[in-house]
């Protein structure tokens, strides 16, 4: 079972990525996906969930207005759009899967991603 993020890179402060996660082996309609992301030097930290049917999103506060998660079951996809980047957004995003638990907590996902890099430029 593996999860797959792609879609990072380098962009200058202000600019926007899109980032996708698919799996090969898992339906993602049935999870809660969540995005992590992890900078250097740092713990890995939430940014956002997306329940099932995609009705709920959570993220965190400083993120909300800029970040958007969102998901294409029938293409079994999930996306992070990312706007209005800054240098402190630069980190490893990370992708994940759960069946319940807590959205906030890694530990409560049980997939994860290899990650995908994403640096911002002042």
């Known amino acids: 079972v593996q999860l797959q993020a792609s879609g990072g890179g380098l962009v200058q402060t202000g600019g926007s990525l899109r980032l996708s996660c698919s799996s090969s082996?898992?339906?993602?309609?049935?999870?809660?996906m969540g995005w992590f992301r992890q900078a250097p030097g740092k713990e890995r930290e939430f940014v956002a969930a997306?329940?099932?049917?995609?009705?709920?999103?959570y993220s965190l506060d400083s993120m909300k207005g800029r970040f958007a998660a969102s998901r294409d079951n029938a293409k079994n996809a999930v996306y992070l759009q990312m706007n209005n980047l800054k240098p402190e957004d630069t980190a490893v995003y990370y992708c994940a899967a759960m069946y319940a638990g807590n959205y906030y907590s890694e530990r409560s996902y049980d997939y994860w991603g290899q990650g995908t890099q994403v640096t911002v430029s002042s």
């Open positions: 082996g898992l339906s993602l309609s049935a999870y809660v």
């Open positions: 997306i329940k099932e049917n995609g009705d709920d999103v």
